[in-house]
């Protein structure tokens, strides 16, 4: 969609806040909806004309003196200044839109985002941060202040406003609209939530965590030590498990839920004592479901619905991540939290999901026909790996061979070694499965002798890899991507961005992040370029729905439309069909989608 500059209304609020109370240690809806809350002033700039700050009583009418109806909305993190605009003045623009988000998506995971980056990067005028820091915990404002933060609200908006039209000239107009629907789901919340099955899953996390120390006889304090834990499984004559740190490169303790070694002194000992010391540790060790259950109550105290917070292009691979505090994303499919979210009065919740999308779209970059073939026929492609590896007919393959068949299609075909795919198999859920070294060995040669096209593609992309190290090289068009100087064109004309591509002391290729030195190969770049690819499918197909219906949640390869009942089945046959057509850019790839619809959020 083309932005009309003229309907732009850029905006930022000045809000009470103090050492305890502010964005950095709560919630954005938690923050928003408190009591504590209050509006100091806000900054706009209408189109492009001269920016105007309104204080206090002033900011009411001013607001509601805009006639928002064809009005584009235009922040630095929207979901903030958006959601305030409509939780408390009840203000809907038409149309959404963010700096934060183009940001991520535009320059990558590699750097930060924040206005203050943003500005430097852009020769503006930096952040007056003297001045905010100066306004913590301060009610009401003297004249002084008033003039400080004037000038630093509005230099707020304006480069704000200057970001904007930075990043605009090339960002896929497409995109803009995922932004947009991506807002709206915090913006124009429609979610409930039923307090009752929130507060059971809160007393159910404290009471089990209860239980499990009083059962252990061990203080929270030593299960949470990890020398003190150590020295207790010590005691007891256990070699406490170790590892090589990721980050040191140095020995550390293996007492993490993905570690293999550590689960195993649960599963495999015959030590009662032990393996409730263990189980002990990984839960109070875990506080996510209680912390969520406890931020999801805070939230909905007013009975208001909830606002459902994803970081468009947060990750790495363009695919949206969580945000404030809450991650909807992972809540557990048959757990108590995700039934607790339902569709307001009248309404249901049409929630479709795209069917092996990354064994598929892997497949198809690969040109491995076969795989393509069965997925086309509708056939079960985990299946069929399964039966090849039990040597029995795919009518015979039990569920828990079919699982195991779904880890080897979707994780060799990331070119995962034997070793890693044992330890793999040893913490997958829901069916963890010990098998040997040489079963391991065995497993992932088969595999690979299975599908010798996405074996090459390994190799292929490596050397595509290779060539983004180099400044000077003509781009390189490889299937429907194209490689260029730490990039990866997608088909949407979004980059993922390989920041410093080159190679350590050692030889080993690698770029840089935020946390660190990250290895890249041929393996890993391929996931990496499959899920942009995968996120590329589902997003023009949100953006088929999301003009029809209103999105309410989307949890990487599912979406949720929140509609009328009257609506339902002829909005859950309109979304499989969005989700059942594949993309201009890759016409034969076979997509598929499954889904149903209910009041809950149950599927």
């Known amino acids: 969609m083309e932005i009309d500059v003229n309907k732009l209304i850029t905006l930022d609020f000045e809000t009470y806040w103090d050492s305890e109370f502010s964005l950095s ?54 979901a903030f200044d958006g959601f305030i605009l409509s939780d408390r003045f009840d203000i809907r623009p038409a149309f959404y839109l963010d700096t934060l988000s183009m940001a991520r998506a535009v320059l990558g995971s590699g750097v930060r985002h924040s206005l203050d980056h943003l500005s430097v990067r852009f020769n503006l005028p930096q952040k007056l941060s003297v001045v905010l820091e100066s306004t913590r915990g301060v009610v009401r404002y003297s004249d002084t202040m008033i003039e400080a933060v004037q000038q630093y609200c509005a230099r707020d908006v304006d480069n704000t406003f200057f970001v904007f039209l930075k990043l605009l000239p090339n960002f896929p107009a497409a995109e803009l609209e995922l932004i947009d629907t991506t807002l ?43 020398d003190k834990f150590a020295a207790l499984l010590e005691s007891k004559g ?4 170790t590892k090589i740190s990721p980050r040191t490169g140095k020995p550390t303790w293996a007492f993490a839920k993905s570690d293999p070694d550590f689960l195993a002194l649960m599963e495999e000992t015959w030590d009662e004592d032990i393996r409730q010391l263990v189980e002990a540790r990984l839960i109070v060790k875990s506080t996510i479901g209680e912390t969520r259950a406890a931020r999801l109550l805070k939230v909905s105290e007013s009975d208001m619905p909830i606002p459902v917070m994803l970081k468009y292009c947060g990750a790495h691979t363009t ?26 009065k009248g309404h249901v919740l049409v929630v479709c999901d795209s069917a092996q999308i990354e064994a598929r779209v892997n497949a198809w970059l690969a040109g491995q026909t076969d795989v393509l073939d069965k997925f086309r026929a509708g056939e079960d492609v985990y299946k069929y790996m399964a039966a090849r590896i039990f040597n029995i007919d795919v009518a015979e393959v039990t569920k828990t061979q079919r699982f195991l068949g779904k880890v080897c299609v979707l994780a060799l075909g990331y070119g995962m070694g034997a070793d890693k795919f ?44 290779q060539d983004m190290t180099r400044k000077t090289v003509v781009p390189r068009v490889w299937k429907c991507l194209e490689f260029s100087h730490e990039k990866v064109r997608l088909p949407n004309g979004l980059f993922m961005v390989y920041d410093d ?25 391929t996931e990496n370029i499959v899920q942009g690819l995968a996120r590329t499918i589902v997003a023009e197909q949100m953006t088929m729905v999301a003009r029809r219906y209103p999105i309410v949640l989307m949890t990487h390869d599912e979406m949720v439309a929140c509609v009328r009942k009257e609506e339902a089945e002829e909005a859950l046959a309109f979304t499989l069909q969005c989700m059942r057509t594949p993309p201009a850019w890759g016409p034969d790839i076979p997509v598929n989608a499954e889904g149903g619809f209910d009041e809950i959020y149950s599927k």
């Open 25 to 78: 240690k709560l919630p954005t809806g938690v923050y928003v909806r408190d009591p504590k809350f209050s509006i100091h002033c806000v900054g706009i700039k209408i189109g492009a004309a001269p920016t105007k700050v309104v204080f206090y009583d002033d900011v009411p009418a001013v607001l509601r003196g805009i006639d928002w109806s064809d009005k584009v909305l235009l922040c630095h993190n929207t």
């Open 184 to 226: 709206r789901m915090y913006c124009r919340p429609l979610l409930q939530v039923n307090r009752t099955l929130v507060q059971e899953e809160l007393d159910y996390q404290t009471t089990t965590k209860l239980d499990l120390l009083a059962r252990s006889g061990v203080t929270r304090e030593v299960l949470l030590s990890n």
């Open 238 to 241: 256990v070699d406490p498990p």
């Open 319 to 344: 695919r949206w991540s969580a945000g404030d505090r809450m991650n909807f994303q992972n809540f557990p499919r048959d757990g108590r939290l995700r039934k607790s979210l339902y569709a307001p």
């Open 422 to 465: 044992r330890r793999t198999l040893k913490i997958a859920k829901p069916s963890p499965m010990d098998i040997s070294e040489s079963e391991a060995q065995e497993i992932t040669n088969n595999y690979r002798s299975a599908s010798p096209q996405i074996k090459q593609q390994w190799q292929d992309l490596e050397v595509c890899a």
């Open 501 to 525: 591509i080159g190679y350590d002391d050692e030889g080993q290729l690698g770029y840089r992040t935020l946390k660190g030195w990250v290895k890249l190969y041929g393996g890993l770049i």
